[in-house]
């Protein structure tokens, strides 16, 4: 059974800091996504990931994935309150027939 | 240009009923995702059509169905509500069938079951 796993589930930092999110999958999978949601809000797609070492920046924030490992991460560099939001991984399956998201990060940037 | 739109914005039901939630994508995608996003259980897959065949399913039971009609729209239906049924239901939309086509989400469907 495919299981995602996301640490931390809380994060609380400073603005300027930056930090790393991390995702853990169990199976093998060659498509990871991550999505941004603001509270009461629905999600954002921010960065779809297909291949070992691929790497994707976006402003402050850019994702990689580690297939091997089976590892994502998501780092956030120099982080404004601006970010302050949950933040999602998913993973789809080898065989197309399922998507599991992980928990949810939620990011709080303090000043 | 709009965005992907949902209907209604809240929805209230009683258990035993059906309810029908509504999504209309982007003009121009063909494919529409819908998810359920229960308090927790987090966010999870729940169909995804494109070009008006299911193409993916979650693993949800067969009472959770839908369709996606010649103008690309979609609509999921959940039969026999339950409690557990309760939840943000998000439909999102994106161009086709390549995988990086970026999924746009819209604003939900609050269904609650009392």
């Known amino acids: 059974e495919l299981k995602v796993e996301q640490n931390p589930l809380f994060l609380s930092m400073q603005e300027g800091k930056n930090y790393t999110i991390y995702c853990n999958y169990s199976t093998t999978s060659d498509r990871l996504y991550w999505y941004r949601q603001d509270p009461g809000k629905s999600l954002e797609s921010l960065f779809v990931?297909?291949?070992?070492?691929a790497v994707k920046q976006e402003g402050r924030l850019m994702a990689s994935l580690d297939t091997k490992a089976r590892l994502s991460t998501l780092h956030i560099t120099a982080a404004v309150h601006d970010l302050s939001a949950t933040y999602f991984c998913?993973?789809?399956?080898?065989?197309?027939?399922?998507?599991?998201f992980g928990a949810g990060t939620r990011l709080t940037v303090k000043p | 240009e709009a965005g992907v739109t949902q209907s209604p914005t809240h929805l209230i039901k009683t258990r035993g009923q059906q309810a029908t939630l509504r999504c209309s994508p982007i003009?121009?995608?063909?494919?529409v995702y819908w998810y359920q996003q229960a308090l927790g259980l987090g966010l999870q897959f729940l169909l995804w059509y494109d070009e008006g065949e299911e193409r993916n399913r979650g693993n949800f039971p067969p009472r959770f169905s839908g369709r996606q009609f010649p103008n690309y729209s979609s609509e999921l239906n959940v039969n026999a509500l339950e409690l557990e049924d309760s939840a943000l239901y998000l439909c999102?939309?994106?161009?086709?069938?390549?995988?990086?086509?970026?999924?746009?989400f819209g604003p939900g469907t609050r269904l609650t079951v009392l």
């Open positions: 999102a939309s994106s161009l086709g069938l390549q995988v990086t086509d970026t999924q746009y």
């Open positions: 990931l297909l291949s070992n070492g």
């Open positions: 003009s121009g995608h063909t494919s």
């Open positions: 998913a993973v789809e399956g080898w065989n197309n027939n399922d998507m599991r």
